[in-house]
Structure formats: structure tokens, C-alpha cells
């Protein structure tokens, strides 16, 4: 019997990192993208279990040349793919935001997105899953997060229509939306006043961790998730 495999893009470090450490744990092999961090990437290998490969979401073809190769060397097509990728910027209001930076985030978090979309959707196989990672800020304002979360907002557009589409073979397809979660991207220029602000947005009055997430992604790729799809499930800490 073929162990099922896994495909989760941004897999170095925080989210990603956490997902491949726990669908592995739940039984998938597990191949994950990773674009700066080789260090960290190969750290995660496992041989013949987990393996790194370095690519740009950003460029199409290249994404697409990996999933073939994550495929011919793992010998099945995903059962999951998660498209976990992206990156983020200073905030900063609209007015002053640059177009440089604009450009810079829709390119990763929306065009790489849908750059690792367009292939789980090809290649997952029927009866599989696939989930974009987004946030909350979709549906709780940030000031100066604008550009991050437009880019969020459109993936779980495509995620949306992607579940009519996609239900046909029987593929589930949802996204995950976090609040405020400890990782490197999140910690990136904060001060700690700014951190307490980003934890009190939770009655807990704390910052998730990476392993929460991980969660979510592990219960949504398993049959105890059955009927749930097309949804936007966002571990926040009661943030929305």
C-alpha cells in the first residue's frame, strides 16, 4: 500500500514547518517547498519520509516542474496540498504604501498561491484535500494591513469557487485562517508593545503557536472532517 502523500509549499519554518511535522506524525510522506532558510528546510528532511525542494512560488513554471518531480520521486500524486507560502511587509496605510511593495505581496501571497493552486488542482487526487492558508484579518481590520490582507482575501476567493469546482471528485477544499500566531513573520520588526496589542486582540490575552495551526490543517485533511468544505475555519483565540 502507497503511504499518501503530501505537498505543502512554504514549508521551512512556523505554519509550514508545523504542518509538515504533523501530517508526517499522521501518517503522509511529506514534501515541502521552501525558498530562502535552506538550513532550516533540510533540517526538517526525514529520507524517504520528508524531503525539501527549493522553488519560488512566484515562478509558475518552476512550481509546476516541482510537483511533477515531488511526484516521480515520491511515485503517487498528493493526496493534500496546502498552500501555505507567503510573506509579509511593514504595515503601513494605504496612502503610504509603495507600489514596489504592493506588487512584491500580491506576487507571492496571491500569485504564488494560485500558482500552487492551479497545480493541487490538477494533480490532487480525487478524494484528496486542499487548503489555502490565509487570516483573519480578512474579517477583522488592521490599519496598515491592507495590501497583506487583500492578498488573503483573493486566495480564499479562489478557495471558495475551487470547492464548487473541485466537488465533483470528491476533493475537499477550505482555508485556514489564523489570528495572531508566533512565528518569525509575525515577530518581524514588532515592538513589544505591538505584540502585547496583537495578543490582547484575544480574550485569552496570548499569541497562538504554530502547533495550533498545525491542528486544524491535520483534523481538516482527515476523515473526522468529512463534511466540511468550501469553509474558511480560523483558529484565532476568539479574535473574530
Keep these: 500500500m502507497t503511504t499518501p502523500l503530501a505537498i505543502i509549499s ?27 532558510a535552506p538550513e532550516a528546510a533540510h533540517a526538517l528532511e526525514v529520507p524517504g519520509h520528508i524531503k525539501a525542494y527549493a522553488v519560488d512560488v512566484r515562478d509558475a513554471a518552476a512550481v509546476s516542474k516541482t510537483f511533477k518531480k515531488i511526484i516521480e520521486d515520491f511515485g503517487t500524486r498528493p493526496e493534500v ?7 509579509n511587509l511593514p504595515y503601513l496605510p494605504i496612502g503610504q504604501y509603495s507600489h514596489e511593495s504592493f506588487r512584491q505581496i500580491m506576487e507571492v501571497n496571491l500569485f504564488g498561491a494560485f500558482n500552487v493552486l492551479h497545480e493541487a488542482a490538477n494533480e490532487v487526487l480525487d478524494g484528496g484535500n486542499i487548503i489555502g492558508m490565509t487570516t483573519a484579518m480578512v474579517r477583522h481590520a488592521v490599519p496598515g494591513a491592507g495590501a497583506y490582507t487583500a492578498s488573503k482575501a483573493a486566495v ?13 471528485r470528491n476533493v475537499r477544499v477550505n482555508a485556514v485562517a489564523p489570528g495572531s500566531i508566533d512565528t518569525e513573520l ?10 502585547a496589542r496583537s495578543a490582547a486582540l484575544s480574550p485569552f490575552n496570548r499569541i497562538g503557536t504554530c502547533a495550533e495551526v498545525a491542528e486544524v490543517v491535520s483534523f481538516l485533511v482527515s476523515d473526522r472532517a468529512s463534511w466540511v468544505h468550501g469553509q474558511i475555519i480560523q483558529p484565532n483565540g476568539g479574535m473574530v
Excluded: H, P, W
Excluded at 496540498?81 to 510573506?87: F, R, Y
Design 186 to 195: 509575525f515577530r518581524s520588526g514588532k515592538t513589544d508593545e505591538a505584540k
Design 81 to 87: 496540498v496546502v498552500a501555505n507560502a507567503g510573506i
Design 10 to 36: 512554504g514549508g521551512s519554518r512556523g505554519i509550514g514547518a508545523a504542518c509538515v511535522k504533523a501530517l508526517q506524525r499522521d501518517g503522509f510522506n511529506v514534501a515541502f517547498t521552501y525558498v530562502s
Design 156 to 168: 480564499e476567493a479562489i478557495i471558495r469557487s475551487m470547492a464548487k469546482e473541485l466537488a465533483a
